[in-house]
Nanobody, 118 residues
Framework: QVQLVESGGGLVQAGGSLRLSCAAS????????MAWFRQAPHKERELVAR???????RYADSVKGRFTISRDNAKNTVYLEMNTLKPEDTAVYYC????????????WGPGTQVTVSS
C-alpha cells in the first residue's frame, strides 16, 4: 500500500489562498495518477484535480482557474494551490492515487480540513 499524508489545511477567509501538500511513502514517479478529492458534509466525494506522471492536469469546472495541482517527484509530494477561495470550497480534502486510467483511486490519505469563511 501507498501511504499518503495531507497537510496545509486550515481556516481562511473568502478570497484567500491556501496550499495543500500530500506526502507519499513511495516515489511518486511510479504513481501514474495523483489527485485531490474533497468531501463536504452530506455530499459525495468529488474529484477536484488530478495530475499524471507526465504532468498532464485536469480540474473540476468549479475550481478551474483558481486551483493548481503540481508534483515534486524529488520530494515525493503533490500540491494543491488554492486561490480565490469560496465558502463552497469548504470540505475535507483528500489525496489519492492510482496507476491506470481505468482504475479507481485505491490509496488515500486521512484528509485535511479546509474551511472558508465569508
Amino acid at each position: 500500500q501507498v501511504q499518503l499524508v495531507e497537510s496545509g489545511g486550515g481556516l481562511v477567509q473568502a478570497g484567500g489562498s491556501l496550499r495543500l501538500s500530500c506526502a507519499a511513502s513511495v516515489s511518486i514517479s511510479s504513481l501514474n495518477f495523483m489527485a485531490w478529492f474533497r468531501q463536504a458534509p452530506h455530499k459525495e466525494r468529488e474529484l477536484v484535480a488530478r495530475i499524471t506522471s507526465s504532468g498532464s492536469t485536469r480540474y473540476a469546472d468549479s475550481v478551474k482557474g483558481r486551483f493548481t495541482i503540481s508534483r515534486d517527484n524529488a520530494k515525493n509530494t503533490v500540491y494543491l494551490e488554492m486561490n480565490t477561495l469560496k465558502p463552497e470550497d469548504t470540505a475535507v480534502y483528500y489525496c489519492g492515487t492510482k496507476n491506470s486510467l481505468g482504475a479507481k483511486y485505491d490509496s488515500w490519505g486521512p484528509g485535511t480540513q479546509v474551511t472558508v469563511s465569508s
